[in-house]
């Protein structure tokens, strides 16, 4: 019994520590890193540049204009196992910026394609060269950076 109550109390402890550590790491100034893993793919009668120029489109009709993306930075495969890799990494300030990021970009993207039927064929075109993907998201901790 007594082992339980230290066991308890540990663990009220080491959340007690876990939550104000986040929220210290907020305070600090400690951003919020989305990274998306996508696995690509090169559709029969598609090209690099086609893809370039659709993630480009998308990118000046939305990211740009979205004042809750801090930065965006897209990596392609350099080295290494997977030669499809491509990974996303967005910034943002707090969660909630997550959030309100994708409501925005939804919004811009209406006013960009503001034909259904255009937005889902533009869709269309640009997942067709990203198949599965993985997210992650991180969280800075400044006190450790360059």
């Not at 402890?13 to 989305?34: P, S, T």
């Not at 809750?68 to 930075?73: F, R, V, Y």
Request: aromatic content about 14%; charged content about 30%; overall charge negative.
């Amino acid at each position: 019994m007594k082992n339980r109550i230290y066991f308890f109390a540990l663990a009220i402890a080491l959340c007690f520590m876990f939550l104000r550590g986040k929220a210290i790491a907020q305070e600090e100034g400690g951003n919020i890193y989305v990274v998306t893993t996508w696995k690509t793919v090169m559709p029969e009668g598609g090209s690099e540049a086609e893809r370039d120029s659709l993630l480009q489109e998308w990118i000046e009709g939305t990211v740009e204009k979205n004042d809750k993306i801090l930065s965006q930075k897209h990596l392609s495969h350099y080295y290494g196992s997977d030669l499809r890799d491509w990974v996303v990494i967005g910034e943002y300030k707090t969660w909630a910026d997550i959030d309100e990021a994708s409501k925005i970009s939804q919004e811009l993207a209406k006013k960009k394609w503001p034909d259904d039927k255009e937005r889902e064929e533009f869709s269309r075109k640009l997942l067709k060269y990203f198949g599965t993907h993985s997210d992650e998201i991180y969280m800075e901790q400044p006190k450790f950076g360059k």
